[in-house]
T-cell receptor, first 113, second 112 residues
């Protein structure tokens, strides 16, 4: 079964630091790669990446996909305590008509004041 | 706009009992997914509805799990009889055809 692997599994930083979260995958033919943030309950959507090399930005967060090297990164600049969460990466399947997501284990980020 | 809602938020049942989880997707979303996260593992796909039809149920662990989606609206996931290894957080998500999936807050199921 193909996997999505995230690293690091956990990370502790101080406010103001910049962090880079990694996500690698094995399948070349897929629909899109997604990033979610999970604080207490529901994972909330951050980014959907379909094209290689095009950076998506939302405030202090940005993400990019490299389809040749089979990975994606999520950057968070000037981290705040509110960024503390589990960050989930998921590959969206292209097979059939299903858009099912295959998740990595998640990266737990703790931002200390 | 209301998001994806799941009921109950937490359920504790004894081994051998039956539990039914409910998911109300975002209005207008034809795609509805069930996922599960067991402790220490990644979130895993269970099944996918398009309207009332099961599009993909390859992730359903065994025949103790039964999912339905009445009239293409809300969905239920029944576990009968529940086993200890069924404990975990069950997430529901919905989406339009090609957009990102929106998740509910999950139901934490504990089988004792």
């Amino acid at each position: 079964e193909d996997k999505v692997v995230q690293s690091p599994l956990s990370l502790v930083v101080h406010e103001g630091d910049t962090v880079t979260l990694n996500c690698s995958y094995e399948v070349t033919n897929f629909r899109s790669l997604l990033w979610y943030k999970q604080e207490k309950k529901a994972p909330t959507f951050l980014f959907m990446l379909t094209s290689s090399g095009i950076e998506k930005k939302s405030g202090r967060l940005s993400s990019i996909l490299d389809k040749k090297e089979l990975f994606s990164i999520l950057n968070i600049t000037a981290t705040q305590t509110g960024d503390s969460a589990i960050y989930l990466c998921a590959r969206q399947s292209r097979s059939g008509n299903t858009g099912k997501l295959i998740f990595g284990q998640g990266t737990t980020l703790q931002v200390k004041p | 706009e209301a998001g994806v809602t799941q009921f109950p938020s937490h359920s504790v049942i004894e081994k051998g009992q039956t539990v039914t989880l409910r998911c109300d997707p975002i209005s207008g979303h034809d795609n509805l997914y069930w996922y599960r996260r067991v402790m220490g593992k990644e979130i895993k796909f269970l099944l996918h509805f398009v309207k009332e039809s099961k599009q993909d149920e390859s992730g359903m662990p065994n025949n103790r799990f039964l999912a339905e989606r009445t009239g293409g609206t809300y969905s239920t996931l029944k576990v009968q009889p529940a086993e200890l290894e069924d404990s975990g957080v069950y997430f529901c998500a919905s989406s339009q055809i090609t957009t990102e999936a929106f998740f509910g807050q999950g139901t934490r199921l504990t089988v004792v």
